[in-house]
Structures are given as structure tokens and as C-alpha cells.
């Protein structure tokens, strides 16, 4: 069994920054790659960020060149450092982890809140 343990929301004012982090434990078979979505209040969950076993990096045009996600194999870690916060990025986080098999494990989410 797989479990995703997320950390590091909160509220910050715009234009601050936050730290996620999501390591996960329990048998993973070949992952694959890791990532994170968010929900804001009455909207779709929508991809944020994710990445490759290999590194390779996908954004979402919102985030562009504010957030930037990074992983550690050793301790199958995802994390998301998110710069130049809006209001905007409201939502709550959860991260994801896709094994070779097309299976999805998520976190149960971190909240995240930007207001002066």
C-alpha cells in the first residue's frame, strides 16, 4: 500500500512563497512520475506541475516561471517551491504519484492560502 504524506501549506500574502513537500512510502512498482494538482473552491481539480522518473518537467501556463518542482529518488520525494504567490493560487494541493502500471496514488492534500 502506498501513502503520500504532504507538507508545508499555508497562508502567505502575495507575492510570498511556499514550500510543498510529498514523500512517499510503501511498495511503489516502477514509478513513473510525481506531481501535483489543486482545487480551488468550486473549480476543477487542474495540474499544477508534475515530473519524470527521468526529470523531464511539465507546468501549467498559470505557474510559469513561479513554481518549480524537484524530487529526490532516495526517499521518492516530490516537492514544489511556489514563488511570486496570487491570490489566484488558492486551493488546496494534493500531490500524485503514477506507477509504470498506469496506477495513481494521491496525497489527501495540503491547503494553501494567498491574502493580504
Known amino acids: 500500500q502506498v501513502r503520500l504524506v504532504e507538507s508545508g501549506g499555508g497562508l502567505v500574502q502575495p507575492g510570498g512563497s511556499l514550500r510543498l513537500s510529498c514523500t512517499a512510502s510503501?511498495?511503489?512498482?516502477?514509478?513513473?512520475?510525481m506531481g501535483w494538482y489543486r482545487q480551488a473552491p468550486e473549480k476543477q481539480r487542474e495540474l499544477v506541475a508534475s515530473?519524470?522518473?527521468?526529470?523531464?518537467?511539465n507546468y501549467a501556463d498559470s505557474v510559469k516561471g513561479r513554481f518549480t518542482i524537484s524530487k529526490a529518488n532516495a526517499k521518492i520525494t516530490v516537492n514544489l517551491q511556489m514563488n511570486s504567490l496570487k491570490p489566484e493560487d488558492t486551493a488546496v494541493y494534493y500531490c500524485?504519484?503514477?506507477?509504470?502500471?498506469?496506477?495513481?496514488?494521491w496525497g489527501q492534500g495540503t491547503q494553501v492560502g494567498v491574502s493580504s
Open positions: 500524485f504519484i503514477d506507477n509504470a502500471l498506469g496506477s495513481r496514488n
Open positions: 515530473i519524470t522518473s527521468g526529470g523531464t518537467t
Open positions: 510503501g511498495t511503489i512498482f516502477r514509478l513513473n512520475a
